[in-house]
């Protein structure tokens, strides 16, 4: 009988004991294998998310280039010289009213455009076009000139330095004061530059729309959420 329980505890230590620490290595091999598989794949899929988005934003970015070097926009740089200097141009409105409309045709055909501006400055609106309408410059300012908007009282030094010290050539992304957080979610910023110096901001207002479209065709691997 001891004999038998000697044998017995022998092939427990010689077979069974190697045999289920080979299976424990082999299950957290696999597990680790698994990991790594659904960590490749995860980072695939927001890698390529990141690349929509990014695209998304380059077009962003082409359009408003494109439409700060228009001729409607230079045509209407002497203006907002003038208002640098305090003073209303003589054609002001004749120009104001041409680039509202070449605005309002290019925001008619653009998917996910919230709205566009031309600011002076100081962080005011000279133009504003959006969701479908013109705003005209109807409010008094100081200057002799009026505004699309309010006076921006509420920028403060800070947002004027940021945006003073934007790259003339590149469109830059920032968050800017709208009329309400829930309608946009960035804002697309290009400095207008005039014989040499900075006049003004062209700033497009993005609503989100094109970047929700990406992320609700995004697939979910292993039945994962996107925030």
Do not use: C
Request: aromatic share 10%; no cysteine; hydrophobic share 40%.
């Amino acid at each position: 009988m001891r004999l038998q329980q000697n044998i017995f505890l022998w092939i427990v230590v010689s077979v069974i004991m190697p045999l289920t620490i080979v299976i424990l290595v082999l299950t957290l091999y696999g597990e680790q294998l698994y990991r790594q598989q659904i960590t490749q794949e995860i980072n695939s899929s927001l890698s390529n998310i990141s690349t929509d988005l990014e695209r998304s934003l380059a077009y962003e970015r082409s359009i408003i280039l494109r439409i700060a070097s228009s001729f409607a926009m230079r045509q209407y740089l002497p203006v907002l010289d003038r208002a640098h200097d305090g003073v209303m141009h003589e054609e002001f409105n004749q120009r104001t009213d041409n680039l509202n409309r070449f605005l309002l045709s290019f925001h008619d055909i653009l998917l996910g455009q919230g709205t566009f501006r031309v600011l002076d400055l100081q962080g005011n609106t000279l133009v504003k076009v959006g969701f479908g309408r013109i705003t005209p410059p109807s409010f008094d300012g100081f200057e002799s000139f009026p505004y699309a908007e309010y006076e921006r009282s509420l920028i403060d030094a800070d947002m004027l330095e940021q945006l003073n010290d934007l790259n003339p050539t590149e469109v830059s992304f920032l968050t800017l004061m709208q009329e309400s957080r829930e309608s946009s979610i960035l804002d697309s910023v290009v400095p207008l530059r005039y014989q040499g110096r900075t006049v003004g901001f062209l700033v497009s207002s993005l609503t989100g729309l094109q970047l929700d479209y990406i992320l609700q065709l995004a697939p979910r691997p292993y039945q994962g959420t996107l925030t």
